[in-house]
């Protein structure tokens, strides 16, 4: 995948002329643990935005009924979903998100997931719109809701039983997408770490292309890579590097560390990576 195809940066977008099958989403998420009066994403999209944008809700797409948080919803779901956002198959997607990029590439993999092919972050995020020249717009947009028909790639989202063969498969790589220090050490067993922060300038800018092709080396010549992290958000960022670094087969464990913890199933600790 060339890097055009994921990426969009904003000076091409500001220089973008208005198109009604555009549509732009804030995709933004709040990671980290803030005061109780801190504003959430939504809050924060509705403080500014790029103009016209409308907010990318990923509660919309976390199965209810799951005890892990943000697990994928079942794919009429996500279709259903999709289309009350405005989005279809012939319209083209900007997703960005403030300070953190891995919440946009979430948003993104779902659409792929999902069969939409027209669909591309915006790199840096919304600090590099306004650093472009780029205005903000407060209050919310919302676009007229269509129908989304999806052809599924089911292979690009891993279960824990795929992971659990993975671990004895030399074909397969499974690879750490956080800190290793983070969930006191522990990861899958035989799995290696490519933290998603060594991929991007900051928290929203991914790294070049030849900076990228030299971190993700090793994810060459396996038949498949599946990605994972805490709750399936960071590990997007590294998928999403590995087909831009030109890596085939590149899957996500939607469920990750959370799941397979709280599964009971086996973990190693940070010695033996």
């Known amino acids: 995948m060339k890097r055009q195809s994921a990426l969009i940066e904003a000076s091409e977008l500001l220089a973008r002329p208005a198109a009604s099958d555009l549509r732009i989403y804030d995709a933004s998420m709040i990671f980290f643990s803030r005061s109780a009066d801190a504003p959430s994403a939504q809050q924060q999209y509705l403080q500014g935005h790029i103009p016209g944008a409308a907010f990318f809700d990923h509660q919309r797409f976390a199965d209810k009924g799951s005890p892990y948080e943000y697990m994928l919803v079942p794919p009429a779901e996500i279709e259903a979903q999709l289309g009350q956002l405005g989005i279809s198959r012939d319209t083209e997607v900007i997703l960005y998100a403030v300070g953190v990029l891995p919440a ?20 840096g995020g919304l600090a590099a719109w306004t650093k472009a020249g780029g205005t903000v717009e407060q209050g919310a947009r919302q676009y007229e809701a269509t129908e989304f028909a999806g052809e599924f790639s089911p292979e690009m989202i891993a279960s824990k039983e795929e992971v659990l063969r993975a671990m004895g498969d030399a074909r ?30 900051g928290m929203d800018t991914l790294v070049s292309d030849d900076a990228l092709a ?22 997007t960022l590294n998928a999403m590097a590995h087909l831009i670094a030109g890596h085939k087969n590149v899957s996500v464990y939607d469920g990750s560390l959370m799941e397979w913890m709280g599964e009971g199933l086996p973990t190693a600790d940070g010695k033996s990576v």
């Open 214 to 235: 030299a971190r993700l080396d090793a994810g060459a010549g396996f038949e498949r890579i599946i990605t994972y992290c805490g709750g399936g958000i960071a590990a």
């Open 172 to 201: 397969i790589r499974t690879e750490y997408a956080i800190p290793l220090e983070m969930y006191g050490g522990a990861h899958i067993p035989g799995s290696s770490v490519v933290s998603a922060m060594d991929l991007m300038q």
């Open 104 to 123: 946009a590439t979430r948003a993104w993999w779902i659409l792929r997931y999902a069969g939409h092919t027209n669909v591309r972050v915006l790199n």
